[in-house]
């Protein structure tokens, strides 16, 4: 919790609690914020801090408040947990019962019995954690707004960083208020939180608050206060006393202060704030001073018990003692113990120890806090500090495991890199250890892995692989190296090497079926399908002997993966990833990835009721689990919005697509966050182009690329620019394999964008071939089969070919209509338009008038407003009622008899009006236009300018435009008239393009 010192009236900070207060006000209303207040020591961050404490609390605020600790950066979540432990003591209140629903979060709280027991460990544990605090912050905030305060962000372990940047980019429309204090004269050039505060700088919604010396007059207010208030220990003071102290203090009111009281006591004032803090403990009595410097080596805090016992005195000295020092405002009292009342007082007193009193000290309390059952981390410290080493190497290990456990990934390498550090200095170190050198470097290097540092976790491998003589740690080692490198996308050959290397050696156990298993996945990632699969069948079949459930599961992954693109049928890859999601594997990252494998499975070939209802279990289990942020639990997340926006349920998409975060930092959450835009896009909300925005630095990664660059291509066609839409399908292009199928979608998009340009020729060519290509072949030659959607967006793009060519007669259209029938609502609309449209051009008015009304009814339900608002300009040009106007208001009132044609089109009359002819012979000079160049020539012959053109055609002015450049630089002219006069010549006569009508 906050320290408290004596209340005191808030002087010349005025703008900088506004600012705070404003984040607090939108963090009421709905809008998550960040507050980073940063200062020089001593210049009041904790007094601005506890002010808005105090201001939350009255607003209704749950506050949560977490204090880092010097020694943090060895204890792992430390401002998180002495949060909880705070918010835990109230059980009436609704943090408690949120914590005690989570077990990731029971586990940080002294005394909790059931966290130990959780396998889960490293980076799965921590994806665990994050997810359970965002899951908790969110629950309470539901009941009240929450602010929750990091105290000393300079001292905060690497964790603590990681979850305050994961807490700050994932909140958004949460009650919550996150604000953290640092010291910047402690930020050095390579301090670990300067880049952390530079990121988080970036986000909207992060605001910094620099807290800047006292103006003089401020000052003076201040210490009339102090001296008013009798906080100060001194008489009133004098006008040249209150001017030197002014002058001394430079703006910083702890400092101030300090004089203040110093000058009660001394006449001369000392030269630096060490001095003066420690003039200070100077005055008090020799028990009194011992005291404060055993608390000094406890740290900030210390408990009363354990002060008791480390400075020997018997309860009646150290109680008057402890009242003199507190009565010197050296210490604050709390309900256990004793806090200094800064941190600096602290660091003073502990620098100003003798190596020798410092080195017993740090004994003392090892000793102490190893009966008490103390933190082990924490006892690490004090033996460090003690020059215990044996003593170091124990607490180091527990201290490790403990972090991995938790999900501190970063403290537990830092854990065990210090024991590989002092193992050669103890004797029998293996017996203190519990276990082998080369088990450490295990630890350490998983360790390394889950914290996202592939290269340094590499390389620890490497080495222990080569300095290891014992064949099962050797093949133990390479299977971790090559899982270690598939995870961090390295040499993929290396990978397969020390994979089957693993294999040669291992014996027959559990460690050759996950030696098998990791093989297998190596091979399928180069695409060497039939060794794969006789690698996985091996795997499964000793993981079954041996009991290995976590590489039989993965076995029949990987197995389901290869079955899938070799397999002509998907009814074994169903078989196979269902028998892999039977029983729990112990290994809750397996258990998700076949589970989303399996709901990708169905999805991909239409069965989208099935594939629903996998992922909804699927996202259950890694919400039960706290595995939500998870990569798997990501996966199934973004499945599971995609189903829903496939099968039409696009409110239900929207509300899963509200947890995808907009301001990304991460792949991970720019990958998921990219999946967004497909319902924003298709709806045209202002939001897409923000979450554009922040996905852009992320273009290079292949997903992210696909994903985005995809639907920023659509919204730019909704707009009216094909050009930019067209780049875009070009760079995401240009990132795919040619055998990947999401290469036929972004094909079919950039067609699309061709035929509103009007062009023809090697482009529209080169994209078509494209996409046959990749739906015809894998990465080993021809593939197997397609999927429905697959093909579905194969026709699309024959179509689009055929559009941009004047060649699209209904058939093509009704080919791709009925392709996305297998479920996709919206993809079978937007074919429909196209369908309506060439059965315009076609002259099938009542037809083309039951696909328009089809497709028009879909995209009302679908708020797709981009989508309607095209299918309104066509109706309305088309003479056809809008069949939503009753429900909307938004068009003209039907009318009982046939609809009036627009200008040009043909009667309705019975529906079935042919099509005008548009030629009697094959002209000369216009055989290099394309049919829709002609259609276009014969309108400009006609007389009409390019609005009227495009009205004609249901393009836009901007593509007529085009066509019209075209035109002429075919044939050699320079102006309309003498276009038009080529196409009388040629026999192209104005009349014939009145029937046309696309």
């Known amino acids: 919790m906050v320290a408290r010192t004596p209340r005191k009236v808030l002087i010349g900070r005025s703008a900088e609690l506004d600012q705070l207060a404003g984040v607090l006000g939108a963090a009421a209303a709905g809008l998550a914020g960040v507050a980073l207040v940063g200062g020089d020591a001593g210049i009041g961050k904790t007094r601005i801090v506890t002010e808005l404490c105090d201001l939350a609390q009255r607003r209704g605020f749950v506050t949560l408040v977490g204090q880092c600790a010097e020694l943090g950066d060895a204890l792992p979540y430390l401002p998180l947990a002495d949060a909880l432990r705070g918010a835990a003591a109230d059980p009436g209140g609704p943090v408690a019962p949120a914590v005690a629903a989570r077990p990731a979060l029971r586990r940080l709280l002294p005394g909790d019995e059931a966290g130990p027991t959780e396998s889960t460990t490293g980076g799965l544990a921590q994806q665990r954690l994050f997810g359970s605090v965002l899951d908790m912050l969110s629950e309470v905030a539901g009941r009240q707004p929450v602010l929750f305060v990091f105290e000393d962000l300079h001292w905060a372990d690497r964790s603590t960083r990681d979850l305050l940047v994961f807490l700050t980019r994932m909140l958004q429309r949460e009650r919550v208020c996150l604000v953290g204090t640092y010291r910047t004269d402690d930020l050095h050039r390579r301090h670990p939180l300067r880049p952390v505060l530079a990121e988080l700088r970036r986000l909207p919604l992060v605001t910094s608050v ?39 203090a430079g703006g910083n009111p702890f400092f101030a202060e300090e004089l203040l009281a110093a000058g009660a006591e001394r006449a001369r004032l000392p030269g630096t704030l060490a001095d003066l803090l420690l003039a200070r403990v100077e ?122 456990g938790l999900g501190a990934p970063a403290e537990a390498h830092r854990h065990f890199e210090r024991v590989l550090e002092v193992w050669d200095q103890v004797p029998e170190a293996d017996r203190l250890a519990g276990e082998s050198r080369a088990r450490i470097a295990l630890a350490s290097a998983a360790a390394a892995a889950a914290g996202g540092d592939y290269h340094r976790a590499a390389e620890q491998l490497r080495r222990l692989r080569r300095e290891a003589s014992d064949p099962v740690l050797i093949a133990e080692t390479g299977e971790r190296l090559s899982y270690c490198l598939a995870d961090a996308g390295g040499d993929e050959a290396e990978a397969i090497t020390v994979a089957r290397e693993a294999v040669d050696i291992a014996p027959h156990s559990p460690l050759l079926a996950r030696a098998l298993a990791t093989y297998a996945r190596a091979l399928f990632r180069e695409y060497r399908y039939d060794e794969g699969a006789a690698t996985a069948s091996r795997a499964l079949e000793v993981a079954q002997a041996t009991g290995a459930h976590d590489a039989e599961a993965s076995a029949l992954v990987t197995l389901a993966l290869i079955e899938e693109e070799s397999a002509s049928g998907v009814e074994h890859t169903v078989d196979l990833l269902t028998r892999a999601t039977r029983r729990p594997s112990g290994d809750l990252s397996i258990d998700l990835r076949a589970r989303f494998n399996l709901a990708r499975i169905h999805y991909e070939n239409g069965a989208l009721a099935v594939a629903a209802r996998i992922t909804e279990d699927g996202v259950r289990l890694a919400g039960e689990t706290g595995l939500a942020w998870s990569t798997y639990g990501t996966d199934l997340r973004f499945l599971h919005y995609l189903v829903h926006y496939a099968d039409g349920d696009w409110e239900t998409a929207e509300r899963l697509a509200g947890g995808f ?33 922040w996905l852009t630095r992320f273009w290079s990664d292949e997903l992210v690329g696909y994903m985005a660059r995809g639907m920023a291509a659509e919204q730019a066609l909704w707009r009216g620019d094909p050009q930019a839409a067209l780049d875009h399908a070009g760079a995401v292009i240009a990132t795919l394999e040619p055998f990947d199928p999401g290469v036929i979608r972004i094909a079919a998009t950039g067609l699309w964008a061709l035929a509103d340009l009007g062009r023809t020729g090697e482009p529209c060519d080169d994209l078509l071939r494209r ?17 429905p959607e697959g093909g579905a967006w194969l026709a699309r793009a024959e179509a689009e070919w055929h559009r941009a060519h004047g060649t699209a007669d209904p058939e093509v259209w009704r080919r791709a209509t009925d392709a996305f029938g297998f479920g996709f609502v919206y993809e079978e609309a937007r074919s429909r338009w196209r369908l309506a449209e060439s059965l315009l051009r076609a002259g099938d008015r009542a037809a083309a008038r039951a696909e328009w009304d089809h497709a028009v009814r879909v995209a009302a339900t679908l708020g797709a407003k981009p989508f309607l608002e095209t299918l309104r300009s066509v109706g309305a040009r088309a003479g056809f009622p809008d069949p939503t106007a009753t429900a909307t208001g938004t068009t003209a009132a039907t009318t009982d008899g046939p609809p009036t044609p627009a200008p040009g089109l043909p009667a309705a009359d019975d529906g079935t009006s042919a099509p005008a002819a548009t030629t009697g012979r094959e002209p000369g000079r216009l055989a290099a236009l394309t049919a829709r160049e002609r259609e276009v020539l014969a309108h400009v012959a006609d007389g009409l300018a390019n609005r009227e053109i495009g009205e004609r055609l249901f393009i836009s002015q901007k593509t007529v435009s085009v066509h019209v450049s075209n035109i002429l630089a075919k044939l050699g002219v320079t102006s309309r008239t003498q276009a038009a006069a080529v196409a009388l010549q040629e026999g192209l006569s104005p009349g014939t393009a009145r029937g046309n009508t696309v």
Request: charge should be negative; charged fraction near 25%.
């Open 771 to 787: 996409a046959r290509w990749a739906a015809e072949n894998g990465p080993n030659g021809p593939r197997a089969r397609l999927g």
């Open 210 to 248: 620099e807290l800047p010396p006292l103006g003089d007059d401020e000052m003076a207010e201040y210490l009339a206060v102090l001296d008013r208030d009798g906080e100060a220990a001194a008489g009133p003071m004098a006008g040249h006393g209150l001017r030197t102290v002014i002058e001394r």
């Open 661 to 693: 975060g907009v301001r990304v930092g991460t792949l991970a959450e720019a990958r998921l966050s990219s999946f967004a835009l497909f319902v924003e896009v298709g709806r045209g909300r202002p939001g897409a182009d923000e979450r554009l925005r």
């Open 283 to 404: 005055t008090l009595s020799d028990t009194a001073r011992q005291v404060l410097r055993v608390a000094a080596v406890a740290g900030r805090r210390v408990g009363h018990d354990l002060l008791r016992d480390a400075t020997g005195l018997g309860d009646l000295p150290l109680e008057d003692a402890l009242r003199e020092i507190v009565s010197r405002r050296l210490l604050t009292a709390g309900s256990d113990g004793y806090a200094f009342r800064h941190a600096l007082l602290q660091e003073a007193v502990y620098d100003d120890l003798l190596p020798g009193e410092r080195t017993r000290l740090h004994t003392t309390f090892a000793t102490l806090l190893a009966e008490r059952g103390g933190s082990p981390a924490e006892l690490a410290h004090h033996h460090l500090a003690g020059h215990d080493l044996p003593g170091a190497l124990r607490a180091s290990v527990e201290a490790g495991r403990l972090a991995a």
